[in-house]
Every structure is written in structure tokens, then in C-alpha cells.
């Protein structure tokens, strides 16, 4: 376990950037919110499949950059639908004078467009439909990752595109993992004109219980905080049940970690030197956390 944040203030510096300002509405805040749900109707055999709903929360922190106060990450949260996304632009566009943030922020707004637009099908939500009708219909210059992830019954559905991705906690361990997509090291999948589509994304369905958290989030946090390190934090924030507080206490740790410049043993340095590419400390990057746990 690293060192605390220097901070105690949980908000302080929760910058969270939602897709579009002027579309506040269609892009749920950091705070603690509801998913609505439809009770799953009952198998041939008559057994009910319990109905689960969750309940999330999410940070955002934009990496200092001049000219990009909002990154190039971003994010959702759709109450109606179950579903949360997370995108991340590829900086490298940067070299071209392109905002790759434009790219992640028009895809994951499209993606809660597509949301509304798409007919729902017997099992809920295709995370994969969305991020295709959501990919078609972006137009910014730039490319992103990209992981879209929905709840149905007891079933957790996820479309995976580059090294964004999510976790699920059950009885204080890891029970999935979502798979990383990369060509080589640090070098994720991505969509983007010129760049993949979503048909090499990975679909993923995990059964899910009562009482299991789901951890979402870009590279920015899995570069920076290991497994058994979320693990230890969800543990202990969970007693007062302040996903709020969860989640900035996770993404405050993750800007902590990126700003250490001598630790050996972030998941970004320990790949770093697998690679061949040795790299001390944390990875400086934009972070965005989502939290949602299952009930």
C-alpha cells in the first residue's frame, strides 16, 4: 500500500469533466446516483433471476496541460440505461496539433445518444451496438480506447476497446478482470478515423452478485494503482457506504502514485521494465475513476 494523498479534503481535487457542459444533464456527476432497473422476468424452469441494480460514482482528473484544461479523458453514467463508459484520448495526436479529448468526449456523448436511440433487445443493453452506432457517428479528428459496460439481471456486458477497462470485487478479491488490448507496450487498440473500429473489440459477459463492486477506469488508473491496491481500497472505504468517498479516495491515490517519481512498483513501471523500457514511478496521466457496486 502506498503513502496516503497529502490532502483530506475528498473534493478537492475532484475536476471531474463531463462530456459536453451545455449537455450537463445527459452525463451524470460524481455524486451518488441510483441506476434505474426492469426485473428480469422468470427462466422456462420458473426460477427467478433476482434483479440488480447499482449504484455509482465517478471522478475525473484532468492532467495539467496547456491548452487542455478538460484531458482527454471522459466518461458517463447512464441511470436509465445500467451502463457507464469510459474513453481515453490517444495524447499522441498532440504531435499533430489535435486535442485527441475532442475525439473521446464525442464518442462517449454519442454513446449515451446511441443509448436513447437503439432498441433495446431481450437482454438489455449490447454494449458492442452502442459503441458501434456511437463510433460511426464521431467526427472529431483523434483516436480513443474505449470500454462500455452495462448491467442486465445478473449479468455485467461489456464492449473493451485499448487498455481502459474495469474490475469486479467480490468478497475482498478480484473475480474478473477485463483483457488489455495493445499492440505493443503503451501502445492500446484505439478507434479513431484511420485507426481500429469496433469490431476488434473484446464482449465480455461475468455473472455478478449482490454486494460486488465494479471498478472502471482509464490507463491513468490502472497504470498507477495495482489490483491488490484497489482491492485494499474499496475494503476500507466500504464500511460507511460513501461510494463518493470511495471513489475519490481511489483516484486521489492513482494522482499520488503518478507523481511519484521513485517508486519501483506501479503496474506502469513494473510493464516499463518487462518491456525493456525501465521507468521509475507512477505515470503522469488523466485519471478517471467510476465506481458502482451491485445490490
Known sequence: MTAEPLFDNWKFFDHSVHIDDIQAAAVESSKRRRLKYSPTAATNSDEVIPSLKMTGASVCFPMEKPGKPRGEDAHFISTKYQTIGVADGVGGWAKLGIDAGKYSRQLMMNSVRSLRRLPRCAGGVNPKRVLQH?????????????????????????????????????????????????????????????????????????????????????????????????????TKTCRDGDLNRQVSYLANIALYNSMDAYTEETPFSIASRKAGRPHKGGKRDDITVIIARIE
Open 134 to 234: 456511437a463510433y460511426k457517428r464521431t467526427t472529431a479528428q483523434g483516436s480513443s480506447t474505449a470500454c462500455i459496460v452495462t448491467l442486465s439481471g445478473d449479468k455485467l456486458r461489456a464492449a473493451n476497446v485499448g487498455d481502459s477497462g474495469f474490475l469486479v470485487i467480490r468478497n475482498g478479491g478480484v473475480v474478473y478482470r477485463s483483457p488489455t488490448q495493445q499492440r505493443g507496450f503503451n501502445c492500446p487498440y484505439q478507434l479513431g478515423i484511420g485507426k481500429d473500429n469496433p469490431s476488434i473489440c473484446d464482449e465480455i459477459e461475468f455473472s455478478v452478485k449482490s454486494g460486488d463492486v465494479v471498478v472502471a477506469g482509464t490507463d491513468g488508473l490502472f497504470d498507477n494503482v495495482g489490483e491488490s491496491e484497489v482491492v485494499e481500497i474499496i
